[in-house]
Structure formats: C-alpha cells, structure tokens
C-alpha cells in the first residue's frame, strides 16, 4: 500500500540545481588544474595566496577567529593590497 504511492511519483526538476554527473568535468578540471581557477592573488601575504588560492568573484571567504587574533588586521591589508593592485 505504501509503496503505490511511490510508483507515480514524478521528479520535480529546477535548472538551479545540478547534479553530480553535470559537475563532475568541472570539479575534475579543478583538481588537476588548479591554478586555472585560482583568483585574485594577494601581493602582501604569499602563503594566504596557497591556502585561499586568490579570491574569485562569486565566492564568499569567511574569516572566524577569536577576539583580537587578527581578523581585521588581516582583512584591512588585504584590502589595501587588492586596491593597489
């Protein structure tokens, strides 16, 4: 009885949401090339540029830390770099 139900179900599709099948390319052209989708690389902080591989417009980068560990600090000279750039 329970699973009649199941038999005349019909997917409800929506152009926003992919699949895995539909981004596999992109995700293995990342993981071989990933200096093709790297961003905005900083000038000031080379080993940020090796974890953050640049900021990439789209993206959002969140910074969580502790009071006083330097999320500002980091943030404002970031600022400063890519504004000179």
């Given at each position: 009885m329970?699973?009649?139900?199941?038999?005349?179900v019909?997917?409800i599709t929506n152009e926003?949401?992919?699949?895995?099948?539909?981004?596999?390319?992109?995700?293995?052209?990342?993981?071989?090339?990933?200096?093709a989708t790297?961003?905005t690389?900083?000038?000031?902080?080379p080993?940020?540029?090796?974890?953050?591989?640049?900021?990439r417009r789209?993206?959002l980068?969140?910074?969580?830390?502790p009071t006083g560990?330097g999320?500002?600090s980091?943030?404002?000279a970031?600022s400063l770099d890519y504004?000179?750039?």
């Amino acid at each position: 009885m329970v699973f009649s139900v199941f038999e005349n179900v019909t997917p409800i599709t929506n152009e926003l949401i992919v699949t895995m099948s539909q981004m596999r390319d992109d995700i293995f052209r990342n993981l071989t090339n990933p200096q093709a989708t790297a961003g905005t690389m900083c000038t000031i902080l080379p080993r940020y540029n090796t974890i953050i591989k640049g900021h990439r417009r789209g993206e959002l980068t969140v910074l969580t830390g502790p009071t006083g560990s330097g999320k500002t600090s980091l943030l404002s000279a970031l600022s400063l770099d890519y504004c000179q750039q």
